[in-house]
């Protein structure tokens, strides 16, 4: 049995996740706290995980800092699907460092996983 977690990928959902993005990404929220998501948005027209523009991924950490529950989640598993590309996780890892330690690790230790009701403590 594999017990592998399923994302968009493996649900044959990418539209399904590009459209959740796309619409985060032009959300009021998003547009009043991100300074811009042109990249990420110009991005997502085409979409190849493995030639990613480093302005997308830095608007991509940008949204996944002001997300919260499903949005989080779904953005989260977007930068799960680019990480495993070398360049993209090079990036990440060297320009983006505490904003993820913050904005994905801190969250998760902040939520309840007892409960699946649970919003963040």
Known sequence: MNL???GFT????IEKMKEFVTNFA???EALKEVKSTANILN????MKLESVPREALDELLDLIEIAEDKSKIALV???RLLIVHEANAVHLLHKHWEKLEVSICGYLQC???SDPEAKVI
């Open 4 to 6: 592998a977690p399923q």
């Open 10 to 13: 493996t649900m044959g959902a």
């Open 77 to 79: 598993d977007l930068l």
């Open 26 to 28: 032009k959300s009021e």
């Open 43 to 46: 991005w997502l027209q085409n």
């Open 111 to 113: 939520i309840d996983i």
